[in-house]
């Protein structure tokens, strides 16, 4: 079953089931969302700053090191950087994990914000005033983010939803990612045409996926199908029927 959190993601977000797959997220997410893709070549951090630079505004990204995608994201608005050297099926993840990102740690914790202490902190979200201390804690308290948010995606082909490594912000992101790539339902309808051996391939053949990430969401999705009829019997009892 679908998490709660998802399902609420998924609507919110204004993405309509796809018509036709692989799935162009990056032509359809600025009808979506206040969001532009930028491709450019060998990407890195670096390229990035200086792109953003170019266009008069200067922000520290860190050291420099090479990257597959990178979010950057203030007033509402944001930027998903993706390499253009990647394959057609990385860079269709890449950009869809980034939106995950600008939707799920940007424009939802600011939503938030604007509902919990109206639009008197709007201004405090667009660093137009400085914070107040109980403005201060509240945003710590709740996770919302005050100023501009830079997120960099360095991520290989063993890197996997659901392991200890990847972070819960990572984690949710490529699962509302590949939910967009690749709907829940569907998914698992590909997923049952045809011998488990090959449940893996079909979904990234059919979805445009990579294929380690067609790999992690055939495990998520027979991980929470598992799940939901646990939790069922658990709840009903053994005996129910």
């Not at 869809?96 to 639009?119: C, I, N, S, V, Y």
């Not at 830079?150 to 990847?166: C, E, F, K, Q």
Request: hydrophobic residues 40%; proline residues 7%.
């Amino acid at each position: 079953m679908k998490p709660a959190w998802l399902r609420e993601a998924v609507e919110a977000s204004g993405f309509p089931p796809p018509e036709a797959f692989p799935y162009d997220i990056a032509a359809d997410a600025p009808l979506r969302l206040p969001v532009r893709p930028v491709g450019l070549r060998d990407l890195t951090s670096e390229k990035v700053r200086q792109w953003l630079a170019q266009r008069g505004r200067t922000v520290e990204i860190g050291y420099h090191r090479a990257m597959h995608g990178c979010m950057v994201a203030w007033e509402g608005k944001g930027l998903v950087f993706f390499d253009r050297d990647d394959s057609p099926a990385n860079q269709r993840f890449t950009v869809a994990h980034e939106l995950g990102h600008f939707f799920l740690d940007h424009l939802q914790p600011r939503k938030r914000a604007l509902d919990f202490f109206g639009e008197g902190i709007r201004d405090v979200l667009d660093q137009r005033r400085p914070p107040t201390r109980e403005e201060l804690l509240t945003s710590a308290l709740e996770g919302i983010p005050i100023g501009v948010q830079i997120h960099l995606m360095d991520r290989g082909p063993t890197g996997a939803v659901g392991t200890g490594v990847v972070a819960r912000s990572e984690q949710r992101a490529d699962r509302l990612a590949l939910d967009w790539l690749a709907p829940e339902k569907l998914a698992r309808q590909v997923m049952k045409d045809g011998p488990q051996e090959t449940q893996e391939q079909r979904l990234g053949q059919y979805f445009g996926l990579p294929e380690h990430m067609a790999e992690t969401y055939a495990r998520i999705l027979r991980r929470e199908e598992g799940r939901s009829r646990f939790s069922i019997v658990s709840f009903l009892g053994e005996d129910a029927g």
